[in-house]
């Protein structure tokens, strides 16, 4: 589906569940699809983050590289410790595709913490150093992203990434080169200092000595020599001109044009001329790189001047384009050969390319004087062309032509003045008159007559041509006021009362200027110098330039040291077999004796970074919901216990879960209660390894089943030489000795495998019952006809009960004065069919007005909306005021942040809802709620078995429970033992169906049925206590 580009988020929940597979090839799947939407569910990707940290100690290299890359899609701030963490390892991993992905992983955290910066500083340090060809191109991109301006993290790796050039991928080539580049520009002193010099002592003087030349010779040779470095660079980088890979050849050009002697770029014209043969958009990038090139060198491409040639398939971006190179590279040679080509292009269909054509013949014709004259004859005759554009544009280059020899092209402006009535294009029609108005004195009998014209149409014309018939006109009055005193007046007039602001603006100023009276400054003496003043002729320059590039820094004027960028091979030589023998002798050694061992060096690393998260919620209990149904299981059938102890067991450690976060006493009680439960499955893990150590040294095979199976194996296939009887004593002994380290160890162990879960954390809910509220019953009849389904079954219903507990926004003495409490009034559809509904209740203790009490600046999450209330604009001493507000929380119990802001002051609050106010109650019948409860068994079924006392297992006090801590609807049951609730999520319209199942002996089975298990096993832990309790 994902490949199919279809949206397949949804699935997110029943996908999640599997990452805890033993399968590599199903596991592999899953990370493919969590990196795709881990950042858009991050609420649950949190919830398998322990998972990815065991997988990044697994034995499969793959399996390693794609649980960083969950870990570092995952872009919530508070994993960023554990993001940290998981790089520094993964940087000294075996496997080079383990180390490739942790300097990807380099920027994804840089992007979500720049403040890391230091410490990514020291990885990447760390990984150029590296001399795998798979980690090179990674790592540079890395170093590009964080830190491009520490130049001195290069200065040892230099030689080695220039040597390892070739053999890199070739997205790693294309980073390495661009970054090379750079270095180059600040290490080395500039190649072109050479051919200036050569230049310049071109010419021998007549006169000059022999003794002088020599002397002259001796300066050219210690004038430049290159650096042995910098030669290295162009030497290396030669063989990828012949890459298959557009964008390589493409960075070696760039490398050649601003690092190599001018002498030397020339290579690289061939193979972008070898590029023109792949598609256009690889076309169209090339031949402006070479558009720009040959503006500056034109030598480089002029052998290949027919592979410019336009051909009839082109489109018209690599028609202009080509066109452009063509003009660059015109000289007096080839001018001819070029100008017959030109003719055919203006013959063209495509008329912005005709256009285009024409300029370019102008562009020839001003920068070759020898074929001036021709190129002015042959627009003259595209004058008589029946297209208007190609006549327009004929029309303006000759005026720039014009400028440049106008004494002897005066029948070439009667000519022109003669079409005047024919051409209708206004920039066309502009061009003649301001010729015409120009070299009025040249034509002193059509300019009047010209005038005369175009002052009839003068109404019609465009504004274009309106000024410059006032221009005309004030150059005519000014030179031949007797014909044209009354015509230039009448345009004067005209032009007063013109609709454009333009126009009349310049109608004033000339009318001022020319025409003398009494108000008249003393710029009206200057008119004609004004007017008439001689103009400098247009230089008909390329307008193309490519743009999107980043600008190089200057050559330095004395080269740096070259000696930083000598690397010791002793050094280097001890180093590597050194970090070899680490990796693969001492770390089976401390797997063998203990894995305490490793988990005190992760604690004292994470200590030490002084990143230790510090939350009282292990992940490890919400993985139970993930791996249950696999490994858990599997060992209980081991140890032939019931499923009535696992349940009791998992019901135990969610209990501690919901309590952890209402009090420092309850988390005291919750640590121990962990505390305990973990000391007891280490005793039964200790008594299953020891089985499967005996097992397994009758029949020397390795257990895979479990995570403790598969490292005592492995530390047993490394110490086959004992006899068996010395393994089961060795193991035993290895076990006592590690029973109290980990004991003492786990809660170091917690600080890695913590996280400070908001979005997950319960609430507690009020354990007095309060008195119901009941709707009105007009109130009560407008929502029964609302409906989030199109299904006529399930329908919207009323709230059973509103709860009366009210939850602290803005204390009085936070606020200044200012307090303010919510609570949830379970009203849908007020503000929109996926907001919450909360009343806020805002007073005054202070005694002065305040004013202006409004919501500000709003920090939400990603999706989530609010529906603020109305700014109250005064609240009078000792005065309260409810108002109500609605918040799309999509589903999650995460935090609205926003302020409450007065006319004064701004407060930050924050509101987060209880799950079950995330709720809408609906009405279904028995059988409806049977049907849809089959549809969501299995991953989507939650359950737990609770104790109730007798005097709670009525019907009413359970439904009055139930429906104080969620906003569900009460179904109808057929039996006494069994109560049905249904609600669907505000967001997504999810159901949500809850069973309470009483049995004997005072005990009950909770159930619950859902889409969004995240929802339903929060809910579960919230039930849970509430129908217990006495």
Same mark, same amino acid.
């Given at each position: 589906?994902?490949?199919?580009?279809?949206?397949?988020?949804?699935?997110?929940?029943?996908?999640?569940?599997?990452?805890?597979?033993?399968?590599?090839?199903?596991?592999?799947?899953?990370?493919?699809?969590?990196?795709?939407?881990?950042?858009?569910?991050?609420?649950?990707?949190?919830?398998?983050?322990?998972?990815?940290?065991?997988?990044?100690?697994?034995?499969?290299?793959?399996?390693?590289?794609?649980?960083?890359?969950?870990?570092? !899609?995952?872009?919530?701030?508070?994993?960023?410790?554990? +993001? +940290?963490?998981?790089?520094?390892?993964?940087?000294? #991993?075996?496997?080079?595709?383990?180390?490739?992905?942790?300097?990807?992983?380099?920027?994804?955290?840089?992007?979500?913490?720049?403040?890391?910066?230091?410490?990514?500083?020291?990885?990447?340090?760390?990984?150029?150093?590296?001399?795998?060809? %798979?980690?090179?191109?990674?790592?540079?991109?890395?170093?590009?992203?964080?830190?491009?301006?520490?130049?001195?993290?290069?200065?040892?790796?230099?030689?080695?990434?220039?040597?390892?050039?070739?053999?890199?991928?070739?997205?790693?080539?294309?980073?390495?080169?661009?970054?090379?580049?750079?270095?180059?520009?600040?290490?080395?002193?500039? *190649?072109?200092?050479?051919?200036?010099?050569?230049?310049?002592?071109?010419?021998?003087?007549?006169?000059?000595?022999?003794?002088?030349?020599?002397?002259?010779? /001796?300066?050219?040779?210690?004038?430049?020599?290159?650096?042995?470095?910098?030669?290295?660079?162009?030497?290396?980088?030669?063989?990828?001109?012949?890459?298959?890979?557009?964008?390589?050849?493409?960075?070696?050009?760039?490398?050649?044009?601003?690092?190599?002697?001018?002498?030397?770029?020339?290579?690289?014209?061939?193979?972008?001329?070898?590029?023109?043969?792949?598609?256009?958009?690889?076309?169209?990038?090339?031949?402006?790189?070479?558009?720009?090139?040959?503006?500056?060198?034109?030598?480089?491409?002029?052998?290949?001047?027919?592979?410019?040639?336009?051909?009839?398939?082109?489109?018209?971006?690599?028609?202009?384009?080509?066109?452009?190179?063509?003009?660059? %590279?015109?000289?007096?040679?080839?001018?001819?050969?070029?100008?017959?080509?030109?003719?055919?292009?203006?013959?063209?269909?495509?008329?912005?390319?005709?256009?285009?054509?024409?300029?370019?013949?102008?562009?020839?014709?001003?920068?070759?004087?020898?074929?001036?004259?021709?190129?002015?004859?042959?627009?003259?005759?595209?004058?008589?062309?029946?297209?208007?554009?190609?006549?327009?544009?004929?029309?303006?280059?000759?005026?720039?032509?014009?400028?440049?020899?106008?004494?002897?092209?005066?029948?070439?402006?009667?000519?022109?003045? $003669?079409?005047?009535?024919?051409?209708?294009?206004?920039?066309?029609?502009?061009?003649?008159?301001?010729?015409?108005?120009?070299?009025?004195?040249?034509?002193?009998?059509?300019?009047?007559?010209?005038?005369?014209?175009?002052?009839?149409?003068?109404?019609?014309?465009?504004?274009?041509?309106?000024?410059?018939?006032?221009?005309?006109?004030? $150059?005519?009055?000014?030179?031949?006021?007797?014909?044209?005193?009354?015509?230039?007046?009448?345009?004067?007039?005209?032009?007063?009362?013109?609709?454009?602001?333009?126009?009349?603006?310049?109608?004033?100023?000339?009318?001022?200027?020319?025409?003398?009276?009494?108000?008249?400054?003393?710029?009206?003496?200057?008119?004609?110098?004004?007017?008439?003043?001689? &103009?400098?002729?247009?230089?008909?320059?390329?307008?193309?330039?490519?743009?999107?590039?980043?600008?190089?820094?200057?050559?330095?004027?004395?080269?740096?040291?070259?000696?930083?960028?000598?690397?010791?091979?002793?050094?280097?030589?001890?180093?590597?077999?050194?970090?070899?023998?680490?990796?693969?002798?001492?770390? *089976?050694?401390?797997?063998?004796?203990?894995?305490?061992?490793?988990?005190?060096?992760?604690?004292?690393?994470?200590?030490?970074?002084?990143?230790? %998260?510090?939350?009282?919620?292990?992940?490890?209990?919400?993985?139970?919901?993930?791996?249950?149904?696999?490994?858990?299981?599997?060992?209980?059938?081991?140890?032939?216990?019931?499923?009535?102890?696992?349940?009791? !067991?998992?019901?135990?450690?969610?209990?501690?879960?919901?309590?952890?976060?209402?009090?420092?006493?309850?988390?005291?009680?919750?640590?121990?209660?962990?505390?305990?439960?973990?000391?007891?499955?280490?005793?039964?893990?200790?008594?299953?390894?020891?089985?499967?150590?005996?097992?397994?040294?009758?029949?020397?095979?390795?257990?895979?089943?479990?995570?403790?199976?598969?490292?005592?194996?492995?530390?047993?296939?490394?110490?086959?030489?004992?006899?068996?009887?010395?393994?089961?004593?060795?193991?035993?002994?290895? $076990?006592?000795?590690? &029973?109290?380290?980990?004991?003492?160890?786990?809660?170091?162990?917690?600080?890695?495998?913590?996280?400070?879960?908001?979005?997950?954390?319960?609430?507690?809910?009020?354990?007095?019952?309060?008195?119901?509220?009941?709707?009105?019953?007009?109130?009560?009849?407008?929502?029964?006809?609302?409906?989030?389904?199109?299904?006529?079954?399930?329908?919207?219903?009323?709230?059973?009960?509103?709860?009366?507990?009210?939850?602290?926004?803005?204390?009085?003495?936070?606020?200044?004065?200012?307090?303010?409490?919510?609570?949830?009034?379970?009203?849908?559809?007020?503000?929109?069919?996926?907001?919450?509904?909360?009343?806020?209740?805002?007073?005054?203790?202070?005694?002065?007005?305040?004013?202006?009490?409004?919501?500000?600046?709003?920090?939400? *999450?990603?999706?989530?909306?609010?529906?603020?209330?109305?700014?109250?604009?005064?609240?009078?001493?000792?005065?309260?005021?409810?108002?109500?507000?609605?918040?799309?929380?999509? #589903?999650?119990?995460?935090?609205?942040?926003?302020?409450?802001?007065?006319?004064?002051?701004?407060?930050?609050?924050?509101?987060?809802?209880?799950?079950?106010?995330?709720?809408?109650?609906?009405?279904?019948?028995?059988?409806?709620?049977?049907?849809?409860?089959?549809?969501?068994?299995?991953?989507?079924?939650?359950?737990?078995?609770?104790?109730?006392?007798? /005097?709670?297992?009525?019907?009413?006090?359970?439904?009055?429970?139930?429906?104080?801590?969620?906003?569900?609807?009460?179904?109808?049951?057929?039996?006494?033992?069994?109560?049905?609730?249904?609600?669907?999520?505000?967001? !997504?319209?999810?159901?949500?169906?809850?069973?309470?199942?009483?049995?004997?002996?005072?005990?009950?089975?909770?159930?619950?049925?859902?889409?969004?298990?995240?929802?339903?096993?929060?809910?579960?832990?919230?039930?849970?206590?509430?129908?217990?309790?006495?």
């Amino acid at each position: 589906m994902i490949a199919n580009g279809k949206n397949a988020s949804e699935l997110f929940p029943a996908v999640v569940k599997n990452v805890a597979s033993k399968n590599i090839e199903i596991k592999k799947l899953v990370y493919v699809y969590l990196m795709r939407y881990a950042e858009e569910q991050q609420d649950l990707a949190l919830l398998s983050i322990s998972t990815f940290q065991r997988a990044l100690k697994d034995p499969n290299q793959l399996i390693r590289a794609s649980a960083l890359r969950v870990l570092s !899609s995952i872009r919530v701030p508070i994993i960023v410790p554990i +993001m +940290m963490l998981a790089i520094k390892e993964a940087s000294s #991993d075996l496997s080079p595709y383990v180390r490739k992905n942790a300097a990807h992983a380099i920027q994804k955290l840089y992007s979500l913490d720049p403040e890391q910066k230091e410490m990514l500083i020291e990885v990447i340090e760390k990984l150029l150093k590296d001399r795998s060809t %798979l980690v090179a191109g990674s790592v540079v991109m890395a170093f590009e992203e964080v830190c491009p301006d520490r130049i001195d993290l290069i200065h040892k790796n230099y030689r080695k990434l220039c040597n390892l050039l070739v053999d890199v991928e070739e997205w790693g080539q294309v980073v390495i080169i661009h970054m090379l580049t750079r270095y180059a520009r600040t290490q080395f002193v500039s *190649p072109w200092k050479d051919d200036e010099v050569v230049e310049e002592y071109n010419e021998n003087n007549f006169y000059e000595s022999d003794e002088e030349q020599k002397e002259k010779d /001796q300066k050219m040779k210690n004038t430049y020599t290159m650096d042995p470095d910098h030669r290295l660079l162009l030497r290396n980088t030669k063989p990828l001109l012949q890459s298959r890979n557009a964008a390589v050849v493409m960075a070696v050009a760039q490398l050649y044009w601003h690092l190599a002697p001018k002498s030397e770029a020339g290579i690289v014209s061939k193979s972008l001329v070898r590029l023109l043969r792949s598609n256009r958009e690889v076309q169209y990038i090339v031949l402006q790189n070479i558009a720009t090139m040959s503006i500056q060198r034109k030598g480089m491409f002029e052998p290949y001047l027919k592979s410019f040639y336009v051909r009839s398939t082109d489109p018209t971006m690599i028609k202009t384009l080509k066109l452009e190179i063509l003009t660059n %590279l015109a000289n007096e040679a080839n001018i001819s050969t070029l100008l017959r080509e030109f003719q055919t292009y203006v013959k063209s269909q495509d008329k912005q390319f005709a256009a285009a054509t024409i300029q370019a013949i102008g562009r020839c014709a001003t920068n070759i004087t020898e074929v001036t004259d021709t190129c002015l004859n042959g627009l003259v005759c595209l004058l008589s062309n029946r297209d208007e554009i190609v006549v327009a544009e004929s029309v303006v280059v000759i005026k720039k032509l014009l400028q440049t020899q106008p004494a002897h092209h005066g029948d070439i402006i009667k000519h022109m003045a $003669k079409l005047l009535d024919n051409i209708t294009v206004p920039v066309a029609r502009a061009s003649i008159l301001w010729l015409i108005g120009e070299y009025c004195e040249r034509v002193p009998k059509i300019a009047p007559d010209v005038l005369r014209k175009t002052a009839k149409s003068f109404t019609n014309e465009d504004d274009l041509v309106k000024l410059q018939i006032l221009n005309l006109g004030a $150059k005519l009055y000014l030179t031949n006021s007797k014909q044209t005193k009354l015509l230039t007046q009448y345009v004067l007039n005209l032009g007063k009362y013109d609709q454009s602001y333009d126009i009349r603006d310049r109608t004033r100023f000339i009318r001022q200027l020319i025409v003398p009276n009494e108000r008249s400054g003393a710029l009206s003496k200057y008119a004609k110098k004004i007017f008439l003043a001689q &103009k400098p002729a247009p230089l008909l320059e390329s307008p193309f330039k490519a743009t999107g590039y980043l600008e190089l820094s200057d050559w330095p004027e004395v080269a740096p040291d070259p000696s930083v960028r000598n690397v010791d091979v002793a050094e280097s030589a001890k180093e590597r077999p050194g970090i070899l023998g680490k990796t693969r002798k001492e770390k *089976p050694a401390e797997k063998f004796y203990s894995e305490s061992e490793e988990e005190e060096e992760e604690s004292a690393s994470t200590s030490a970074s002084g990143r230790c %998260l510090k939350s009282n919620l292990h992940l490890s209990c919400l993985d139970n919901w993930i791996g249950s149904g696999s490994e858990s299981e599997k060992e209980d059938k081991e140890e032939g216990s019931s499923d009535e102890s696992s349940g009791s !067991s998992s019901s135990s450690e969610e209990s501690s879960d919901s309590e952890s976060g209402s009090k420092e006493t309850t988390a005291k009680k919750t640590s121990r209660a962990t505390d305990e439960s973990d000391s007891e499955d280490n005793k039964k893990k200790a008594k299953r390894i020891s089985k499967k150590r005996s097992a397994s040294s009758c029949s020397d095979t390795e257990s895979t089943s479990s995570e403790e199976s598969s490292s005592e194996s492995k530390s047993e296939s490394d110490s086959k030489s004992d006899s068996e009887s010395g393994k089961s004593q060795s193991a035993t002994s290895n $076990k006592k000795e590690e &029973k109290p380290v980990q004991d003492r160890k786990a809660p170091n162990k917690q600080d890695v495998f913590l996280l400070d879960l908001d979005d997950f954390c319960p609430v507690t809910t009020p354990v007095a019952v309060p008195t119901a509220a009941v709707l009105s019953p007009s109130l009560a009849a407008d929502l029964e006809g609302l409906s989030l389904s199109s299904s006529s079954v399930i329908d919207v219903t009323t709230q059973v009960s509103v709860p009366t507990k009210t939850h602290e926004l803005l204390h009085r003495m936070s606020g200044k004065g200012l307090a303010a409490h919510y609570h949830f009034s379970r009203q849908p559809g007020i503000f929109g069919d996926r907001m919450v509904s909360v009343q806020v209740t805002i007073t005054n203790t202070t005694d002065q007005k305040i004013e202006n009490i409004h919501i500000g600046e709003k920090k939400l *999450p990603p999706g989530m909306r609010m529906h603020e209330f109305n700014p109250i604009e005064c609240l009078e001493p000792a005065g309260s005021i409810t108002v109500s507000m609605g918040i799309d929380f999509c #589903d999650s119990t995460q935090t609205a942040s926003f302020q409450l802001c007065t006319k004064d002051d701004h407060f930050n609050v924050n509101i987060q809802p209880p799950v079950g106010e995330l709720l809408l109650p609906v009405t279904m019948s028995e059988k409806d709620f049977k049907k849809e409860q089959g549809m969501l068994t299995g991953m989507n079924e939650t359950s737990a078995t609770i104790a109730v006392a007798p /005097q709670n297992s009525t019907r009413l006090v359970i439904i009055e429970r139930v429906v104080k801590v969620a906003n569900l609807g009460v179904v109808p049951s057929g039996q006494d033992n069994i109560h049905r609730f249904a609600a669907k999520t505000v967001h !997504s319209g999810s159901l949500m169906l809850v069973t309470v199942e009483l049995k004997e002996s005072s005990t009950a089975q909770l159930i619950i049925n859902t889409e969004k298990t995240v929802i339903g096993s929060v809910l579960l832990r919230e039930l849970k206590p509430v129908l217990s309790q006495g």
